[in-house]
């Protein structure tokens, strides 16, 4: 009697594993535009959620081993203990409990990172069930192609992620998924005879030849532009994206006007503000404010006038300071919304190449543009003197302040906590000098296990002080949090400090204009948005601190004044052959979207959780060892194990269970029921193999349980013994050759 061929694991398993990558097309964009941290440790659950599926255990030992592995990785990104240890399941419930109660009332700003992380992972755990479903038992997974490909087109017009070649290899997998399950699906409809071993290579090769001609085709053909407008920058347009300020709502990072409620968190924003031809990398200034609330900062009241020809008050120090002579090329993009001027330290000159008028405020340092509609690619040359800080004139500077600047920049709220200047003077208790003091609260961050933190930063309660919150409760922030908090403490000490707002320097990106060699380009986007510290220093100026963990200052402090003038002479030179080069004022290249260097996260956080995923990945492994060598070995342990089962339960469901196992060990031998026998017919060609009669009165006693429908029967010991006897001579039998 003629069966058709079963579809062999080995090509079911090809087909779930294109499933598989598609879906990591889904991931991969993710830790792209989102702040998710560590997504390689969600990709190893995927792995390991499509491996569990693959062998389509029992739905039961599935959930156990998927939720095993789901407590795991939240144990290792979330704590610090082993699972077996301290890991507290009451503390999980607590978590859930809480976070369900924000998810229906609407707080979602207040969802934890963990219960975001669950939800992410049980997401992957829903999914690779999905896939398994659609790819290998109903082998429809057209639907599942199209969301991808809708996905991905809407996720590279929308955001900033590339997926040119992204699109390339889902056309490739998804039209041999495609090609396999209509394949498949034709062998189990017309029950055709095929061999698969033999004939594998009839039907595999010419899917996937057509797939790569068709490929190769369409990459090397040429190709229409867009006949559309781009609607992004409508779409931007209409819903103010560019306009969220850094702490606005902590919605979205960038530059913004309003700091008087500090604290929240934000996402990375890598929209392009401006790009900047110079010779080094600077951090670019915007403005001061000097009025700390308890819960953010204003600005003094605006005094703007016309742009003097020469800032020397934009300086910010004197002339006793040695300088490096620079300049710089700044071309604002369409996409910026920020209406005052970028500026590097010591600007001496503006040139406005194209764009607004300029008015300046000396009390601020902001430089205003008289539009706030941006023109089409501002463009500004600027010439500024780099200051050289000696660090013995900063360590032997006077301690006598001007009594303006002692009023303007020592003051503190009346209701700060005393705590916090406590806290100054324990840091700097061993500093004999201003320098060494500002130094000293610069350092203590890095040193007090503080951590740069963009995610789930809560803003203080309206009876708290932000930097008191920041030093005492969450010891996690990003640069306003550490700014912020250092100015404060500098000024409980009577130091003169002022909070600064503005850039960092960018990422440098290819320079395509060969004749200006010496320059490099910076690229500066949202996510570059930044603030830190100046301290007042007498007979010096205003000196810039950075107290942000993995930030760096941007202005060079050296050891020895002899050391500099040599410096100074040398770079005279180089900047009088420098005179002769000239920037050039248009077509500056349009430079794709590099990685910024705002997300900043600590080593020492790495290094733990890198060593964590050694851990995780280590107890997924052994996980799936022991489930394969269970589920490679079922054929022999599983018939103990229904027997004990039989033997002490008299429910009908374990007589089925028994006997459906009997059918599949039978499968196994090579003597599998055909689709059209009865299941007396099948019993008496068994009987005939084995010569015997056990399968008759098997298959006899369970039809008399089926037509009975009986849940609960009376135990037959003998049928019990029958089968356990009659499973032993399948087992010890050859495999069936007919």
């Not at 034709?186 to 009839?202: G, P």
């Not at 500066?524 to 205003?542: C, K, L, M, Q, R």
Request: glycine share 6%; aromatic share 16%; net charge negative.
């Amino acid at each position: 009697m003629g069966r058709a061929n079963k579809i062999p694991f080995l090509y079911t398993s090809l087909l779930y594993l294109c499933g598989f990558f598609l879906f990591l097309e889904w991931l991969y964009p993710i830790g792209e535009f989102t702040n998710i941290k560590n997504l390689s440790i969600f990709i190893i659950y995927a792995i390991f959620c499509f491996l569990i599926s693959v062998f389509n255990m029992r739905w039961w030992i599935t959930m156990l081993i998927k939720g095993i592995g789901l407590l795991v990785i939240i144990n290792v990104l979330f704590t610090n203990d082993p699972i077996w240890g301290d890991f507290s399941f009451q503390a999980l419930y607590l978590e859930l409990s809480m976070n369900i109660t924000y998810l229906f009332s609407g707080n979602w700003y207040h969802i934890t990172d963990i219960f975001r992380s669950i939800l992410f992972l049980l997401l992957i755990w829903m999914i690779s069930y999905l896939i398994y479903y659609w790819f290998i038992v109903m082998k429809r997974i057209l639907l599942f192609v199209l969301l991808t490909f809708i996905y991905i087109t809407l996720i590279d017009t929308f955001t900033f992620y590339d997926a040119s070649f992204t699109i390339v290899r889902i056309f490739i997998i998804s039209f041999i998924a495609l090609g396999m399950a209509n394949f498949f699906k034709e062998i189990e409809n017309q029950q055709i005879i095929f061999s698969w071993m033999k004939n594998w290579q009839k039907w595999m090769i010419p899917i996937i030849g057509v797939v790569f001609l068709t490929a190769l085709l369409g990459y090397v053909a040429p190709k229409y532009g867009p006949q559309w407008p781009d609607p992004v920058p409508f779409l931007q347009g209409a819903v103010d994206y560019n306009n969220y300020g850094l702490n606005k709502n902590g919605n979205r990072s960038g530059y913004g006007d309003d700091d008087s409620h500090l604290g929240g968190s934000f996402l990375q924003d890598h929209t392009v503000v401006f790009h900047a031809i110079t010779k080094h990398r600077e951090y670019w200034r915007v403005e001061t404010k000097d009025f700390y609330t308890g819960k953010g900062w204003e600005g003094p009241s605006k005094d703007y006038g016309a742009l003097n020809v020469h800032l020397g008050f934009m300086a910010n120090f004197s002339q006793n300071v040695l300088v490096e002579y620079n300049k710089a090329f700044i071309e604002f993009k369409e996409s910026a919304s920020i209406d005052k001027l970028v500026y590097p330290y010591g600007l001496v000159d503006v040139g406005v190449l194209q764009g607004p008028d300029l008015l300046a405020d000396q009390s601020s340092g902001a430089i205003q543009k008289q539009t706030k509609n941006n023109q089409a690619n501002e463009e500004y040359l600027l010439h500024y003197e780099k200051p050289l800080f000696d660090l013995e004139m900063l360590r032997s500077t006077s301690e006598v302040d001007p009594q303006a600047i002692l009023d303007q920049y020592t003051n503190v709220p009346e209701a700060l906590p005393d705590r916090i200047g406590d806290l100054a003077r324990d840091i700097t208790a061993s500093a004999s000098n201003r320098y060494d003091q500002a130094q000293a609260i610069e350092r203590y961050f890095g040193r007090n296990g503080f951590v740069y933190e963009t995610e789930n930063v809560p803003f203080p309660e309206e009876d708290q002080d932000y930097v008191d919150q920041f030093l005492f409760e969450t010891q996690a922030g990003y640069c306003d949090n550490y700014s912020t908090a250092m100015v404060v403490m500098l000024r409980t000490l009577d130091i003169p400090a002022r909070w600064v707002k503005g850039f960092t320097g960018g990422e440098k990106i290819p320079n395509k204009l060969e004749e200006e060699e010496l320059f490099d380009i910076y690229e500066v986007t949202n996510a570059n948005a930044h603030s830190w510290v100046e301290v007042y220093f007498p007979e010096i100026g205003w000196v810039p601190f950075e107290p942000t963990q993995g930030f760096t200052n941007p202005i060079d402090f050296v050891e020895a004044s002899e050391d500099v003038e040599d410096q100074e002479e040398n770079q005279v030179e180089n900047d009088l052959e420098e005179e002769n080069i000239n920037i050039p004022e248009q077509d500056i290249p349009e430079i794709e979207d590099q990685p910024e260097e705002a997300n900043v996260v600590e080593d020492e956080v790495k290094g733990k959780k890198m060593n964590w995923r050694y851990l995780v990945l280590g107890i997924i492994l052994f996980i799936l060892i022991m489930s394969i060598i269970l589920y490679m070995t079922r054929f022999r342990w599983k018939p103990a194990f229904l027997y004990a089962t039989l033997k002490n339960n008299d429910d009908y469901d374990n007589y089925e269970k028994a006997y459906h196992h009997l059918l599949m060990q039978l499968e196994k031998k090579g003597i599998a029921k055909e689709p059209s026998q009865s299941l007396r017919e099948y019993a008496t060609y068994v009987d005939q193999t084995f010569n015997t009669k056990d399968m008759g009165i098997l298959t006899s006693y369970y039809e008399k349980l089926l037509y009975n429908k009986q849940n609960k029967i009376k135990k037959d010991n003998e049928w019990i013994e029958l089968w356990k006897s009659f499973m032993k001579q399948i087992q010890n039998n050859p495999r069936h050759k007919g």
